[in-house]
């Protein structure tokens, strides 16, 4: 049993050491020195020289025992031939391009400087830039027969704010011509600070902060006013003057025009006479109107509720006719211009060419302006000669005096479109304005 475990361990000893042979042989190259003879075919003697003489020896190298190691070298991978790429047209462009060679950059150059301007000397006397002369005016508004504030009267209101947007100015006042509370007037005391309140303050908005804020009425007394207690109006006046101007029943108010650095204006002076007039037992009144014309002034504007001629049904009353008789000479001979009413509810504007008399021309009755048609419109089929221009609307007028030069009368609509525009000149200058 030994020496059968001997055997097997002597076997398994040189299997071991062959197959590290094998695997050494492998990995190694054997380059035989020049002594050994390889038979390959031929023979060589021992100095090298091939012998004619065919060999009878096995083909296989015999190598000696001296044999020197060479390690292999691993075969290296064949070469690939690179592919010439197409040309693009940016590779074209770069090799059309000359190379750039480096340069050094150029110093930056300093600016030059500016030469100092002299400057110029300032002459003695220079020339002040003014603004452009505007011409002195007053510009008013006129409504009437506003004394239940409805939607239509509401309108006029909202058409007199329109007017102050769109011109960038206020009035200097307001001009009432009458039946500033419908329908009887103040019935009840009790009541009168309450449609103070609503029917006047409410309705034109003079409240502070409104646009028609700082603007005061100037006011006369209707036929629906004087029927109860017209003095609450005048009470009215003194304890808001800024708001409503009636210190009497009938009073005078003149406005002067500042020249504002304009030599055709001069201090014009308009001015403005508030009646009561409808009865003839009035003595009084009439007396007041004739000491009050004989103060010389520029231009005088006449306001009365009742009117002297219209297109209406009202001027053919017996009121209209006492006008007409007692008050139209007074207002021609003293050259009143425009004469503002109400009382007939509608708008109309009435012009009588002028006449002349001796050397100078005059009219034979003053512009008639009425504005009665606020609250209510009336209809009529009645017509007057001296009718430039009626209209059945809720409307105002605008007036403004141009210096001693003229007045321009315009009537808007609710709705705030200009209805009709007349231009009146003064007395003085009719023959002037005729020959132009």
């Given amino acids: 049993m030994g020496s059968e475990r001997r055997i097997i361990v002597v076997l398994s000893g040189l299997l071991a050491m062959s197959t590290m042979y094998i695997a050494y042989n492998k990995t190694h190259t054997y380059v035989c020195p020049p002594s050994v003879i390889l038979s390959t075919g031929s023979a060589r003697n021992p100095h090298g020289m091939a012998s004619s003489e065919p060999s009878t020896e096995s083909t296989?190298?015999?190598?000696?025992e001296h044999r020197a190691v060479v390690p292999r070298k691993p075969p290296t991978p064949p070469k690939?031939?690179?592919k010439k790429l197409a040309p693009t047209k940016q590779r074209k462009k770069m090799e059309e391009q000359p190379k750039k060679t480096k340069t050094k950059p150029?110093?930056?150059?300093?600016?030059k400087p500016k030469p100092k301007l002299k400057p110029k000397p300032k002459s003695k006397q220079e020339p002040v830039?003014?603004?452009?002369k505007e011409p002195c005016s007053l510009t008013f508004f006129s409504v009437g027969d506003w004394g239940e504030p409805n939607a239509q009267c509401r309108s006029v209101a909202a058409a007199m704010l329109g007017w102050i947007k769109k011109f960038n100015r206020k009035p200097t006042f307001i001009v009432s011509t009458g039946d500033n509370f419908y329908p009887e007037g103040f019935t009840d005391l009790k009541t009168a600070p309450k449609r103070w309140k609503t029917d006047f303050r409410g309705l034109f908005q003079v409240a502070k902060?409104?646009?028609?804020?700082?603007?005061?009425?100037?006011?006369?007394?209707?036929?629906?006013d004087r029927k109860h207690h017209p003095e609450v109006q005048v009470e009215y006046s003194k304890q808001h003057p800024k708001e409503w101007v009636m210190p009497k029943v009938y009073h005078e108010h003149t406005f002067t025009l500042q020249p504002l650095q304009s030599p055709t204006c001069g201090a014009t002076t308009v001015q403005f006479l508030f009646l009561n007039l409808y009865s003839v037992i009035q003595k009084n009144h009439l007396k007041w109107i004739t000491n009050t014309f004989n103060t010389s002034t520029d231009w005088r504007v006449v306001v009365n509720h009742e009117p002297i001629i219209s297109s209406g049904k009202q001027s053919r009353k017996p009121t209209s006719q006492f006008l007409k008789r007692t008050l139209q000479p007074m207002l021609v001979d003293k050259g009143v211009s425009l004469f503002l009413c109400g009382h007939d509810h509608m708008t109309e504007f009435l012009h009588s060419p002028p006449v002349k008399r001796g050397k100078m021309e005059q009219y034979t009755l003053p512009n008639h302006v009425i504005t009665g048609s606020c609250s209510y419109v009336r209809k009529s089929d009645l017509h007057s000669d001296f009718s430039e221009f009626k209209a059945f609307t809720?409307?105002?007028?605008?007036?403004?005096?141009?210096?001693r030069s003229h007045i321009v009368t315009q009537f808007w609509s609710g709705n705030g479109t200009m209805l009709y525009q007349h231009e009146t000149p003064r007395p003085d200058k009719i023959s002037k304005t005729k020959k132009k």
């Fill in 106 to 111: 150029k110093p930056a150059l300093k600016p």
């Fill in 394 to 403: 809720p409307a105002f007028a605008s007036h403004t005096v141009y210096g």
């Fill in 129 to 132: 830039k003014k603004r452009p």
């Fill in 209 to 224: 902060g409104q646009k028609l804020s700082g603007v005061p009425f100037y006011s006369v007394l209707g036929n629906h």
């Fill in 80 to 82: 690939r031939a690179e």
């Fill in 60 to 64: 296989e190298p015999e190598y000696s």
